[in-house]
C-alpha cells in the first residue's frame, strides 16, 4: 500500500511539473525574427545598422550585381548580434549571398552548427585562414557554401542554392571572399 501511494505521488508530481513547464513556455510568446531590407544605394545605412564593422567585398563575378541587402536579428536579441546578408545577381536571374556576423561561439562550433548530414566537406585556403567548403546534393538540387573567418570574432559565409551553369563556381566564390579586406 505504501509503495503505491509513492508512486501514485511521483506520477501527481510529474503531471504537476508538465502542466507548469506548459504554462510557462506558453506566456513566452512566439519567437521572432526580425529582418529589414535595404535597397543596394542603402548599403551605408544598412552597415550602420548593423552596430559592428564588416567589411564589403571588392570583387563581384562577371554580370553579378548587388539585389539587396538583409540585416537580421535573431533571438535572444541581448545575446546574438545582427547578421548582415548582401543577395547578389546576374542578369540570368542566378544568384548567390554573402553572410557577414560576429560569432558567439568559435568558428569550429559554427562550422559544425552549419553543416548537415549529407553535406561533403572539404577545406581550402582564403587570404591564409583555412576556410571550410560544404557541399550539398539532393535529387534536383545542389548547394555550396564556404565559411571563412578571417578574425576570431568575425565570420562571412558564401551560398550558393540550386546551382545552375550560370551559378558561380567555387573559386569565384573564394575570389570574392579574398577581395574582403
Known amino acids: 500500500m ?10 501527481l508530481a510529474v503531471v504537476i511539473g508538465v502542466l507548469v513547464w506548459l504554462a510557462i513556455s506558453m506566456t513566452r510568446g512566439p519567437i521572432t525574427v526580425e529582418e529589414r531590407t535595404y535597397k543596394p544605394h542603402e548599403l551605408s545605412q544598412a552597415l550602420e545598422d548593423l552596430g559592428y564593422t564588416v567589411s564589403t567585398p ?61 553535406d ?27 565559411l571563412y573567418a578571417p578574425a576570431a570574432e568575425k565570420m562571412y559565409q558564401i551560398n550558393t542554392e540550386n546551382r545552375t551553369n550560370d551559378s558561380i563556381s567555387e573559386n569565384e566564390m573564394i575570389s570574392v571572399l579574398e577581395s574582403i579586406k
Open 58 to 118: 571588392s570583387y563581384l563575378p562577371d554580370s553579378y550585381q548587388l539585389d539587396r541587402v538583409l540585416v537580421t536579428q535573431f533571438p535572444p536579441q541581448d545575446s546574438n548580434p545582427k547578421q548582415l546578408t548582401l543577395v547578389y545577381k546576374n542578369q540570368n536571374a542566378a544568384s548567390y549571398d554573402l553572410v557577414a556576423k560576429e560569432l558567439i561561439r568559435p568558428f569550429a562550433d559554427e562550422v559544425n552548427v552549419q553543416e548537415f548530414p549529407t
Open 2 to 11: 505504501k509503495t503505491k501511494k509513492i508512486r501514485l505521488f511521483l506520477l
Open 120 to 146: 561533403q566537406r572539404s577545406v581550402v585556403e582564403v587570404n591564409g585562414s583555412k576556410s571550410v567548403v560544404l557541399t550539398t546534393e539532393n535529387p534536383g538540387a545542389k548547394s555550396l557554401r564556404i
